[in-house]
């Protein structure tokens, strides 16, 4: 079992930048992917690793966020450059035990397992 715990979340100006992290404790086999929900809707995947080490992004922030993780993958990273006053939400990563992966898709975010307790990004206009 492992938990999970976000940090990074800040408000920054329209056009900055922001690095979140999401730190691993615990042991297991997992894939790790970063999510985000807006108040009052359900939680959307922005991207995550695959069984295969690749990384498929949401349409609404490819080109814009990078998701990397460190070797021991206890570590996950989300850059987010030229951010947008649509993505003011309350960022999560989460584990998935079986690495399903599709992690943009409903199944994906349903197959996540453990979640963090999320952190907050507001975009400033």
């Known amino acids: 079992q492992v938990r999970l715990a976000e940090s990074g979340g800040d408000s920054v100006q329209a056009g900055g930048s922001l690095k979140l992290s999401c730190s691993v404790h615990?042991?297991?086999?997992?894939?790790l992917a970063w999510f985000r929900q807006y108040k009052g809707r359900d939680r959307e995947g922005l991207g995550g690793?695959?069984?295969?080490?690749?990384?498929n992004y949401a349409d609404s922030v490819k080109d814009r966020f990078t998701i990397t993780q460190n070797k021991d993958k206890n570590t996950l990273w989300l850059q987010m450059d030229n951010l947008k006053l649509e993505d003011s939400a309350t960022y999560y990563c989460?584990?998935?035990?079986?690495?399903?992966?599709?992690?943009?898709?409903?199944?994906?975010?349903?197959?996540?397992?453990?979640w963090g307790q999320g952190t907050l990004v507001t975009i400033l206009p």
């Open positions: 615990g042991y297991g086999t997992y894939c």
């Open positions: 989460g584990a998935d035990y079986d690495c399903s992966g599709g992690y943009t898709t409903w199944f994906g975010v349903h197959a996540v397992d453990v």
């Open positions: 690793f695959e069984r295969d080490g690749s990384i």
